[in-house]
C-alpha cells in the first residue's frame, strides 16, 4: 500500500517561474493537506482539500498561491512568480474522512528552492 | 492559536542513554500527537494521546499527557543511533478536526 507520494522531491526555479508541487494521497485517504516548514517557523498549515473541494485555506498567502484536488489526478499546490521568501519544505499529508485530527500521513516533501 | 513550547530545542546524546523531551502549552490540548522527522523526509506519526493522565508505549519510547491535558512528554530508554531525528509535537488547533499546530521541535542526535 503505497504511501503519500509527492513529486518532485526537488525543484529549483528563478525568481518570477511558476512552481507546480504534486501529491497523491494514501489509497482510500480522500483528504488532503498541505505544510509548509521553514527553518525558523516549523511546520505551518496552508490549505485542506476533499476532491473538488477547498475546505480551509486559511494558511495560504492570499496572492500567488492556489491549490487544487480535482476528480481525477493528484493535488496540485500552484506558486506563481515565486520569490526568495517561497523557499522551503513543503509537505502533503492525507487522513480518511474525518480522521485529520487523530494523525496524518505524510509525504516525504518537495524541497522549493527560489534562485 | 495555541502556542506549543517542546524543550530542549537540541539534544546530543551517546548511545544507550535514556532522554526525556517535553511539549507545553498554556491551554489545554483536545488531543496530542507526537511525530518523528528525519532529514530530509517528512514527519512519521508515532502517537496520538487524548485523555489525561495517559500512558503510551511504542517499543523504547514512553509518551505521557499530563494530567490537565497541557503538557506531554516523550521518554525514550537506552537511545540508539537510529532515533536520531526531529521530535514534533503537535495539536488540533481550536478544536480543529483537522488543522495542526506544530511545536517548533527538539533535535536528537545519539551518537554511537
Known amino acids: 500500500n503505497a504511501g503519500v507520494m509527492q513529486n518532485p522531491r526537488h525543484l529549483v526555479r528563478r525568481r518570477g517561474q511558476e512552481a507546480r508541487l504534486r501529491c497523491s494521497p494514501m489509497?482510500?485517504?480522500?483528504?488532503v493537506y498541505w505544510y509548509r516548514q521553514l527553518p525558523e517557523e516549523g511546520l505551518k498549515f496552508m490549505v485542506y482539500l476533499q476532491k473538488e473541494n477547498i475546505i480551509d485555506e486559511s494558511g495560504m498567502p492570499k496572492e500567488r498561491f492556489s491549490a487544487e484536488f480535482p476528480k481525477e489526478g493528484p493535488s496540485i499546490l500552484r506558486i506563481q512568480q515565486v520569490v526568495r521568501g517561497d523557499s522551503a519544505a513543503y509537505f502533503c499529508a492525507s487522513s480518511p474522512p474525518g480522521q485529520g485530527g487523530y494523525g496524518y500521513t505524510f509525504g516525504s516533501g518537495t524541497r522549493l528552492t527560489v534562485v | 492559536t495555541q502556542l506549543l513550547e517542546q524543550s530542549p530545542q537540541f539534544l546530543s546524546i551517546q548511545e544507550g542513554e535514556n532522554l526525556t523531551v517535553y511539549c507545553n502549552s498554556s491551554s489545554v490540548f483536545s488531543s496530542l500527537q507526537w511525530y518523528r522527522q528525519e532529514p530530509g523526509e517528512g514527519p512519521v506519526l508515532l502517537v496520538t494521546?487524548?485523555?489525561?493522565?495517559e500512558v503510551k508505549k511504542l517499543k523504547r519510547l514512553t509518551f505521557q499527557f499530563g494530567d490537565a491535558r497541557k503538557d506531554s512528554s516523550l521518554h525514550i530508554t537506552a537511545a540508539q543511533p537510529g532515533d536520531t531525528g526531529l521530535y514534533l509535537c503537535?495539536?488540533?488547533?481550536?478544536?480543529?478536526?483537522?488543522?495542526?499546530?506544530f511545536g517548533k521541535g527538539t533535535l536528537l542526535t545519539v551518537n554511537p
Open positions: 494521546v487524548v485523555t489525561g493522565g
Open positions: 503537535a495539536e488540533n488547533s481550536g478544536g480543529s478536526n483537522y488543522k495542526l499546530t
Open positions: 489509497k482510500g485517504h480522500s483528504h
